[in-house]
């Protein structure tokens, strides 16, 4: 095989392969913030906290995965709306998941709730 051949099979390659890396996340999240749609899916890596007085909106169409045993506590306010067919979705991020493959997602007392 050639170099030209060799271009053209890669560009073949990267145009039929999609790359789509998780966008991680973790923490307390202090200021409102949203999770769009172009860095979906968000892989929740380590407990997420939604403090008191913020609110965490996450666009329609966007996916939430949780890595095993980890959980979303909202002290503040939790916008997710999605559409019929542009669903919010929260799952596991394991390859195949299964019921009890992530914790939960908990709203404190004094939470503002969701939407």
């Not at 980890?70 to 542009?86: D, H, P, Y």
Request: charged share 10%.
């Amino acid at each position: 095989m050639n170099a030209i051949q060799r271009r053209i099979l890669l560009l073949v390659f990267l145009s039929i392969s999609p790359i789509s890396a998780a966008t991680p996340v973790s923490g307390t999240i202090s200021s409102d913030t949203t999770w769009g749609l172009a860095e979906s899916p968000f892989q929740v890596t380590g407990h997420v906290i939604v403090a008191s007085g913020v609110t965490l909106t996450i666009d329609s169409g966007v996916t939430v995965k949780f890595d095993n045993g980890k959980v979303m506590l909202v002290e503040g306010t939790l916008v997710a709306q999605g559409t019929s067919g542009n669903e919010v979705t929260f799952t596991s991020s394991a390859t195949s998941p299964a019921a009890g493959d992530w914790g939960y997602i908990e709203f404190k007392s004094g939470s503002s709730g969701t939407t």
